[in-house]
């Protein structure tokens, strides 16, 4: 079983997974921001969804540019 946990100060979010061809950390990484981008657009709608994609590029960008 493959598991990975992240906790902030404020959440904390849990995947697992159970099927033996599914236990690739960097699938399940993937499979789990897949989920909660599809579960973020369902509450909030596309453009909000885009500006969010939108703001972390510039982010994540911004930090590998500037190490």
């Known amino acids: 079983m493959q598991v990975i946990e992240v906790t902030t100060d404020f959440a904390s979010i849990r995947a697992v997974a159970t099927d033996r061809e599914r236990q ?3 699938w399940l990484y993937r499979h789990s921001l897949h989920q909660l981008i599809r579960q ?3 509450e909030f709608g596309d ?3 885009a500006d969010l994609l939108r703001e972390l590029n510039a982010y994540h960008d911004h930090k590998v540019v500037s190490r």
Request: a positive charge.
């Open 24 to 26: 690739n950390r960097e």
């Open 40 to 42: 973020y657009r369902r």
């Open 47 to 49: 453009e909000a969804t």
